[in-house]
Nanobody, 126 residues
Framework: QVQLVESGGGLVQTGGSLRLSCAAS??????MGWFRQAPGKEREFVAGIGWSGESTYYADSVKARFTIYRNNAERTLYLQINSLKPEDTAVYYCAGRTRLAYSGRYYNGIGDFDYWGQGTQVTVSS
């Protein structure tokens, strides 16, 4: 059974930090990623990572503030979020791709991923 379970969201003040976690069970994911969805907006890509963790890529809006990494031994994906801004307020979703992934290609579309977690709420107060 494939499961992705996020945790670590919460209410923080502007400038604060959070670390989101995503516990994975089931098959090995060739790519994993984080997306977010703010109220009234479409779900958008935030960060992605390859199987080994060496290849990471980010949306321009979060580069330098967000860090994605994974611990394959623990089967956990993380997203470290620093210098939080009110516009980071959203539900954050973990996503996993089980289909073949080609080296050097960036998978950042909703359709690029096969499994999703239920989401964790991040709220940033001004």
């Amino acid at each position: 059974q494939v499961q992705l379970v996020e945790s670590g969201g919460g209410l923080v003040q502007t400038g604060g930090s959070l670390r989101l976690s995503c516990a994975a069970s089931g098959p090995t994911f060739s790519r994993m990623g984080w997306f977010r969805q703010a109220p009234g907006k479409e779900r958008e890509f935030v960060a992605g990572i390859g199987w080994s963790g060496e290849s990471t890529y980010y949306a321009d809006s979060v580069k330098a503030r967000f860090t994605i990494y994974r611990n394959n031994a623990e089967r956990t994906l993380y997203l470290q979020i620093n210098s939080l801004k009110p516009e980071d307020t959203a539900v954050y979703y973990c996503a996993g791709r089980t289909r073949l992934a080609y080296s050097g290609r960036y998978y950042n579309g909703i359709g690029d991923f096969d499994y999703w977690g239920q989401g964790t709420q991040v709220t940033v107060s001004s």
